[in-house]
């Protein structure tokens, strides 16, 4: 074997053991951390207002049955006369699931184009203003209600947001073990996302949203 050969065949070795030591490191850290994440949710990523009438109530897609619960419930009690479900995928199921709990269709409107939060609250936007809206309800679930409310606070500046998220009904420990354990560890990068764009772009939302208004998105 050439001295050159050796040398690229001892530089690969290095490399492919960096790599399996950066991948064990990082895999700790990930085990680690994921506990800590489930833990610390309540407190960092939702927000919870104390209920009062609006408006409407706006719904969000993503997790359908609890939403759609929620939402009805909080129509039924008499909280809001209007409910606008947004998101794509499954607009439609929580439309007729909501009639199934009671929900009067003809209060519901869909928006179903949007394909993440901030779209939601893009394209919600100019619906929300043809109801004249001055107070609303949003519903998702709890570990995405501060993300969420974020969004449509910027999008839609002028409307008073009250944020009534579904609320846990397990421990935390089951909720670990369970798919939304997932999705409240992926929760915070995309909340840091958020947060990084709210403050580079701290026009964004208005701008965004007086564009999609006359018919185009930036």
């Known amino acids: 074997m050439t001295t050159t050969a050796s040398h690229l065949k001892q530089r690969s070795e290095n490399l492919l053991h960096h790599w399996c030591v950066t991948t064990l490191v990082l895999g700790v850290l990930v085990l680690s951390s994921y506990p800590l994440a489930i833990v610390f949710a309540n ?20 997790d359908g049955p609890s ?3 929620q939402a009805a419930r909080l129509w039924r009690d008499g909280l809001a006369p209007r ?7 499954d607009c439609t199921w929580i439309r007729k699931t909501m009639i199934e709990l009671g929900v009067d269709g003809g209060s519901i409107s869909i928006e179903c184009q949007s394909g993440n939060t901030w779209e939601n609250a893009l394209f ?10 001055h107070r609303a309800i949003l519903v998702t679930s709890w570990f995405h209600s501060r993300r969420a409310l974020g969004s449509f606070e910027r999008i839609s500046s002028d409307i008073q ?15 670990a073990v369970a798919q939304d354990g997932i999705q409240i560890f992926k929760e915070y990068p995309k909340s840091l996302w958020y947060m990084l764009r709210y403050r580079l772009w701290k026009d964004r939302g208005t701008r965004d ?6 018919g185009m998105i930036a």
């Open 83 to 89: 409910i606008l479900i947004s998101g794509d995928g």
């Open 43 to 62: 407190g960092l990523l939702s927000v919870r207002n104390q209920a009062a009438k609006a408006d409407v109530i706006v719904v969000l897609g993503g």
């Open 67 to 69: 939403r759609a619960a």
């Open 209 to 214: 949203s007086r564009i999609f208004a006359e």
């Open 124 to 133: 919600s936007s100019p619906i929300l203003h043809r109801m004249h809206v």
């Open 161 to 175: 947001w009250i944020s009534i998220p579904v609320e846990p009904s397990v421990s935390n420990w089951q909720i």
